[in-house]
């Protein structure tokens, strides 16, 4: 073992320099955590033995996890196609659908390998592996030995190693995983694409998850802190342990401490109840964090260290009344995320996760839901300090299939224990609101299923007491007729809106959630003529229209919802389907293909937000004002012909000009249809090029505010934009970087396709480029691809070098894009 070779492995909360001193470490650290992240070797296909230490893995590929192996492609309409009927659409007859799981080759088996160091292992030590998610059906092997399996791919899970540890070492992990085709509604990703943490301890120690902290009284004056420290100790004589502990606030302040000896009656739990005075409380607007730290101590022997960081908030769901957040009534502002990264797949990245929170709270977002499966922990521990309200959901299915090999084989033996390890992961964290038992199950129809529902929900009230249980339910009358949705504390109608005054006539529990609406499709940047409002619209070009007036036979534009989030006071607010547009579920084209990427999302695949970001902007962002015009006004051909302008803005009317020419003023009206309610709309603009100009004015009749667009002359130059130009140099950190096709005057060319190349000097380097084009089968992984709209996002990965990096974009007959960004270090990465 070389000093370089835990160099390599990350550690995480300890101070970076005693990886160099592994000798010394061991003795002064009670407990050491690493992640797993480079040295890894990864081979596609089935490799008889390569569990085995022996097995000669020089040839294989050298990877660092987070590593989605699919994501690379090539796209084919042959991965994974599917011969299927979806029944959830109400489709009739089973069709041939290729890009519903995105068309990346995640089929087949995966191996993954690498050495195990156990830096600070030996006599009365543990070891403990923690995946937070391995995709999918993982077999884990020590030195040869199976030392765990776990086939749901989106849920973490741990094992004690110890016994298969060679002390002296050497040691080898492998692990084997393996997707099988039809066992997805969507691109789940493939291989170790979540970290993988290795835990060192004492045999007198707290497991992983072993905290259980809960906040049982809040006031203004203080807030009880009950906390339930779980202790693991070899059996026979347990020496008398004492645990102290202290809560510090955001600041480090230390603000209680308590000392509490563990007695025999106690079992194998402490329980400590501590007092914050004057506590600061947890909300989308204040995500105030607290952290309790823990020392376990056997006589003088400090024998374990355990942070949990927590907030302090209540909340209340009331029949009649609805949600409250420390007393505050509010309805939820949310969005349906899948898990992926579009670009990067689903490899885990917390720079991506950080960029896109980023863009929903500046939409005034609030919530989100993990749909429909357990969310990256990076996820959660984000939602905590930026403040979101997260529904964590766990299945898609029950025991009745809607995928041929999808979780429903797996439901009997595992559902509990995949329940289990959701809530006590992530039980502990503020921003988590409530648990979400399933989406859409078919069960909902059969016999039984309400029963199942209770039984999932009452395994969750047991591990969590504190949080109501929810679900997506879509078949309305079996719902009601089956006693299925009187059964959930909170139920939750996915496309509903219609009938949530029927709900709520018959159903007990006085409170309706809008757990996925909307489901409007469109692509960024594309308007299609005439504008009319229409369901399973589908164009030659496989694109949706970004007037938001399409929608599937299911679903609706969002308006629909609006107006009965507005009207009917016991609605708790509503989760859209989706913030982001993820890999596969192509809608409305699932038979058509390349397309092979959602049309759902509020943003595009890139992250570029579509015209619809800003209807929710301005409804959601109470904050700034927003004022967005649409269509783009580069339209050579359409002189004189209709060209609709619709105006999404947080203020009540506006007067639109064309060339200076008043096109009249609008006022939003409850009179008309639901766009009229919240939509600015001027229907029979005559185009013609130069200037699209809108004046608003404020409730009082007050001008307050412009926004114009100006036709676009001939493409001139590359515009870079960085969400970020101060990066960590880390290896791991991201800048985004918007390349816009403009034209001499710095209008965006909105219908340019040129393609660009990309390429990274100094201390970073290329990663990915995606934009936002659904059928677009260019790899994400290679320095170069056409403009979708005028723009592209180009992704620039910091090295564990700090120094400056420069991306230049260049394009053929453009003047080149050159944007400057800076790497550097940062404390204890
Ligand atoms: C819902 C389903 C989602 C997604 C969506 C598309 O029925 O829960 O997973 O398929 O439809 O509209």
């Not at 509604?185 to 007198?204: E, K, S």
């Not at 078919?442 to 047991?462: C, E, F, M, W, Y």
């Amino acid at each position: 073992m070389t000093k370089d070779f835990f160099a390599r492995l990350a550690l995480r909360g300890v101070a970076a320099g005693a990886l160099l001193l592994p000798g010394f470490m061991a003795a002064a650290q009670a407990r050491q955590e690493y992640l797993l992240t480079n040295d890894w070797k990864f081979a596609r296909g089935d490799q008889p033995a390569a569990q085995q230490p022996g097995f000669r893995d020089a040839k294989w590929q050298t990877v660092s996890v987070p590593h989605d192996w699919a994501i690379y492609g090539p796209f084919s309409s042959t991965n994974d196609l599917q011969k299927v009927k979806i029944e959830q659409n109400n489709e009739q007859q089973a069709t041939t659908k290729a890009g519903r799981t995105g068309g990346l080759p995640f089929i087949g088996t995966g191996w993954y390998r690498r050495q195990l160091l156990v830096p600070g292992f030996g006599p009365g030590k543990r070891a403990v592996l923690l995946f937070d998610g391995a995709m999918s059906d993982a077999h884990v092997f020590v030195n040869g030995q199976q030392v765990a399996a776990w086939p749901y791919g989106y849920n973490s899970f741990f094992v004690d190693v110890t016994g298969a540890l060679n002390a002296s070492g050497p040691n080898t992990l492998a692990v084997r995983l393996q997707n099988l085709p039809e066992a997805s509604r969507w691109y789940p990703g493939a291989g170790l694409y979540r970290n993988v943490h290795l835990i060192v301890t004492n045999d007198v120690h707290i497991p992983v998850w072993g905290t259980y902290l809960t906040t049982p009284e809040i006031n203004a004056d203080y807030a009880k802190v009950k906390l339930r420290t779980q202790v693991e100790a070899p059996a026979g004589a347990t020496p008398a342990l004492r645990l102290q502990t202290e809560i510090r606030d955001a600041q480090g302040q230390v603000v209680a401490t308590l000392t509490t000896p563990l007695r025999v009656t106690d079992g194998q739990t402490f329980e400590q109840n501590l007092v914050v005075p004057q506590p600061r409380l947890w909300s989308p607007e204040t995500p105030v964090l607290y952290t309790a730290s823990s020392k376990l101590f056997a006589g003088e022997e400090l024998k374990d260290e355990y942070e949990t960081r927590f907030g302090i908030r209540s909340f209340a769901f009331e029949a009649g009344k609805g949600f409250s957040l420390n007393g505050q009534p509010r309805k939820f502002r949310g969005v349906c995320n899948h898990h992926d990264l579009g670009p990067l797949g689903a490899a885990i990245n917390t720079a991506a996760l950080r960029r896109q929170l980023t863009l929903l709270k500046d939409m005034g977002c609030d919530a989100i839901r993990t749909a429909h499966n357990m969310p990256a922990p990076e996820l959660v521990e984000l939602c905590d300090e930026m403040g979101f309200m997260l529904m964590v959901e766990s299945f898609d299915e029950w025991k009745t299939p809607k995928v041929k090999n999808g979780y429903s084989q797996y439901f009997d033996q595992w559902a509990e224990k995949d329940l289990v390890n959701m809530v006590h992961r992530d039980r502990n964290h503020p921003s988590v609101i409530m648990w979400s038992i399933g989406n859409e199950v078919p069960d909902q129809s059969t016999a039984g299923g309400n029963k199942i529902a209770k039984r999932l929900q009452d395994i969750v009230h047991r591990e969590d007491p504190t949080r109501p249980v929810t679900m997506g339910m879509d078949r309305f009358d079996d719902d009601l007729k089956n006693n299925f949705a009187s059964v959930i504390d909170i139920p939750g109608f996915n496309y509903k809106p219609h009938r949530y005054p029927e709900a709520q006539a018959k159903l007990p529990q006085g409170m309706i959630l809008g757990s996925e609406t909307a489901s409007t499709v469109s692509s960024r940047g594309v308007y299609k003529f005439p504008v009319v409002q229409a369901k399973e619209q589908r164009y030659p070009d496989n694109q949706s229209s970004s007037y938001d007036l399409e929608a599937c036979s299911w679903s609706q534009v969002p308006d629909d919802e609006f107006v009965a989030q507005d009207e009917l006071p016991y609605t708790l607010g509503e989760f859209v389907w989706t913030g982001f547009d993820y890999l596969g579920e192509p809608t409305p084209y699932d038979e058509r293909w390349p397309s092979h990427s959602s049309y759902f999302g509020i943003l595009d695949l890139a992250g570029m937000p579509k015209d619809r970001y800003y209807l929710y902007r301005a409804r959601w962002n109470t904050r700034q004002p927003t004022l967005h015009l649409l269509p783009h006004w580069t339209w050579p051909g359409r002189e004189g012909q209709t060209t609709p302008v619709f105006c999404y803005t947080s203020y009540p009317s506006a007067e639109l000009f064309v060339n200076g020419k008043s096109q009249g003023r609008q006022t939003k009206t409850t009179a008309g249809s639901p766009q009229a309610r919240y939509r600015l709309m001027w229907t029979e603009v005559k185009y013609e090029p130069g200037s699209m100009k809108v004046v608003a004015y404020d409730a009082a009749g007050k001008a307050v505010a412009e926004e114009e667009v100006r036709t676009a002359g001939q493409p001139h130059h590359i515009r870079l934009v960085a969400d970020r130009t101060t990066l960590r140099a880390d290896g791991q950190d991201l800048a985004f970087v918007t390349a816009r096709v403009e034209d001499a005057q710095g209008n965006l060319c909105p219908e340019a396709t040129p393609q660009l190349q990309f390429s990274v000097g100094g201390a970073g380097r290329f990663r990915a480029v995606a934009n936002g084009d659904a059928t677009n089968l260019q790899p994400f992984h290679e320095p170069r691809m056409k403009a979708f709209q005028g723009q592209l996002v180009a992704l620039v990965q910091t090295t564990d070098k700090a120094g400056n990096v420069q991306l230049r974009v260049s394009g053929k007959g453009l003047k080149d894009g050159v944007i400057q960004l800076q790497t550097a270090k940062v404390a204890g990465k």
